[in-house]
C-alpha cells in the first residue's frame, strides 16, 4: 500500500531520462515507483499501482516534476536586507529546495540556521558568504578587508556540515570598493578549502568578467549570467572571449533573475552558443514582487528564450541539484518525494526582463500541488514588504490586494443548512 499516488500526469524528471504519462507512487516520504503508461494497452492504469494508495490524486493533464531546486535565494528574513521567508512561496510554486546564497557570512551563518532554515516547512542549504557580515546591507560587504577572515569562515562552514553547500561572492564595483579582485581571490581559497563551489556574483564593473574567469575553476559557479549589466558577457551577438574563458574552465552558468540580472538579449546569445544554464530566481524581499516574482515564472522565460521545456524542468532541477551536490530534483525511485504539480497552459504569455523588454512565452506554469516528503505544503500568507523596500505604484496596489483577498477568502457560514451533520450538544 502506496501512502499516496500521482496518477496519469505527464511526468517530466530528467535526471531519470523521462517524460510520459506516468504514476508516481510515495511510501514512507520517498518515491517507490514511477510506472509509465502503456499507450498501447487496453487499460492504461498500470495493474501494481491501481487504487493501491491511501490518498490518490488524479494528475490527468498536468505536469508532475520533481520538486523544484532554487540554487540562488535569500530566506535570512528578519535579519538581512534582502531577505525573505520561503514557506509562503514555496506552497504554491514547487520550490521544495532552497539554497540561500550568501545571506549569512561566519557571524551569522548558526542564525541562518537555526532561526530560518529549521523552522522552514521546506529544505534549505546555504552558501557562505566569504565576507562575516554577510548580506545584512544592500551591499558593501567586501569593504572591510578584516571581515573576509577565510580561516573563521571555514571553521564556521565546517562545523555546520553539509548545510553549507558553497561559497558566495558578490563581485562589482559597489560592493567590493577599492579592494578590486582581493574579495574574490579570498573566496576562491575557501571554496577550494571546503572543496566546495563558489558562486561568483557579477554586475556592474570593474572588476570585469575578464578580470573574474581566470579565478574561476570548473563546478564554480557565474550567477546573473544573462544579466546585462557587464559589458563583456556578450558582445556583437556573440560571447565575448572572456565569457568562453569562463565557460570553457566548466564554469556552471546561473541566470539569478532577481530584481536587475535578466536580459532576453543576452540570455538568447547563450543559449544559441549551446549554454545550458541553470534557472535560478535570486528571489529576495525585492524580486517577489517583480519581475522575477517566483522560479515557474524565471522557467517560462527560459522557454521563451527559446529553451524547450524538458530543458527548463532540467535547469530547475537535477543541473542545480548536481552542482551543489544535493540530494534533490529527481523522481528515481528512493528519492525523497519533493514533487511539483503543475498546470500547464500553452499559448502566448507575455513575460518581461529587467529591463522591460517582452517576449512571448509558449507556456504559463501554474503550481497546483507542492510536495515535501511526500507530505502536501499547506497554504500560509506572506508579511508585508519591509518599510525599506521601494515598490511602484502597481506593484503596491498588487500588493494590497493580495491582502484583501486574503481577508476575503475567510467565509462566515451562518444557516443551519450549511452543516451536515446537528450541532453538537453539551457546548463542546
Not at 141 to 160: G, K, Y
Not at 168 to 187: C, M
Request: aromatic fraction near 4%.
Amino acid at each position: 500500500m502506496w501512502d499516496l499516488l500521482l496518477r496519469g500526469g505527464r511526468v517530466i524528471d530528467p535526471a531519470s531520462g523521462l517524460d510520459a504519462i506516468a504514476d508516481v507512487a510515495v511510501r514512507q516520504g520517498r518515491v517507490a515507483e514511477v510506472r509509465q503508461h502503456d499507450p498501447d494497452a487496453a487499460a492504461p492504469d498500470p495493474p501494481a499501482t491501481r487504487g493501491a494508495a491511501t490518498d490518490v490524486v488524479d494528475a490527468t493533464g498536468l505536469l508532475v516534476t520533481p520538486g523544484l531546486v532554487d540554487m540562488h535565494t535569500h530566506i535570512w528574513h528578519g535579519a538581512t536586507y534582502w531577505g525573505l521567508d520561503p514557506d509562503p512561496v514555496a506552497w504554491r510554486t514547487g520550490v521544495t529546495t532552497w539554497v540561500d546564497a550568501g545571506s549569512a557570512g561566519a557571524y551569522s551563518m548558526d542564525g541562518l540556521r537555526r532561526f530560518a532554515a529549521e523552522p522552514a516547512r521546506v529544505r534549505v542549504h546555504a552558501l557562505i558568504n566569504v565576507s562575516a557580515l554577510g548580506l545584512v546591507a544592500e551591499t558593501g560587504e567586501h569593504h572591510a578587508l578584516d571581515n573576509l577572515d577565510v580561516d573563521t569562515a571555514a571553521a564556521v562552514a565546517a562545523r555546520n556540515g553539509e548545510f553549507v553547500r558553497g561559497v558566495k561572492a558578490r563581485i562589482d564595483a559597489r560592493t567590493v570598493g577599492a579592494h578590486g579582485l582581493e574579495p574574490l581571490r579570498r573566496a576562491a581559497a575557501l571554496a577550494r578549502r571546503l572543496e566546495r563551489p563558489l558562486m561568483v556574483h557579477v554586475g556592474y564593473g570593474p572588476p570585469t568578467i575578464a578580470d573574474i574567469a581566470p579565478l574561476l575553476a570548473e563546478g564554480d559557479i557565474l550567477t546573473h549570467c544573462a544579466s546585462g549589466c557587464p559589458d563583456d558577457l556578450v558582445a556583437d551577438g556573440r560571447l565575448t572571449d572572456a565569457a568562453l574563458r569562463a565557460r570553457d574552465a566548466g564554469a556552471v552558468f546561473d541566470l539569478g533573475h532577481g530584481s536587475g540580472a535578466l536580459a532576453f538579449d543576452v540570455l538568447e546569445t547563450e543559449l544559441a552558443a549551446g549554454i545550458h544554464p541553470t534557472a535560478s530566481s535570486d528571489l529576495h524581499i525585492r524580486s517577489v514582487y517583480g519581475p522575477a516574482f517566483d522560479l515557474p515564472t524565471v522557467m517560462a522565460k527560459l522557454v521563451a528564450a527559446g529553451a524547450d521545456l524538458p530543458d527548463a524542468v532540467a535547469a530547475a532541477t537535477v543541473r542545480p541539484a548536481r552542482a551543489l551536490g544535493l540530494d534533490a530534483g529527481t523522481l528515481a525511485p528512493g528519492a525523497a518525494a519533493d514533487i511539483a504539480v503543475f498546470d500547464l497552459e500553452q499559448g502566448r504569455f507575455p513575460v518581461v526582463d529587467v529591463h522591460g523588454t517582452a517576449r512571448a512565452s509558449p507556456i504559463r506554469l501554474t503550481n497546483a500541488a507542492t510536495y515535501v516528503g511526500g507530505r502536501l505544503l499547506p497554504p500560509c500568507t506572506a508579511e508585508p514588504p519591509p518599510p525599506w523596500i521601494p515598490l511602484s505604484g502597481a506593484q503596491r496596489r498588487a500588493e494590497d490586494e493580495r491582502v484583501q483577498r486574503t481577508r476575503a477568502a475567510v467565509r462566515r457560514l451562518e444557516r443551519p443548512e450549511d452543516f451536515d451533520e446537528p450541532f453538537p450538544r453539551g457546548g463542546t
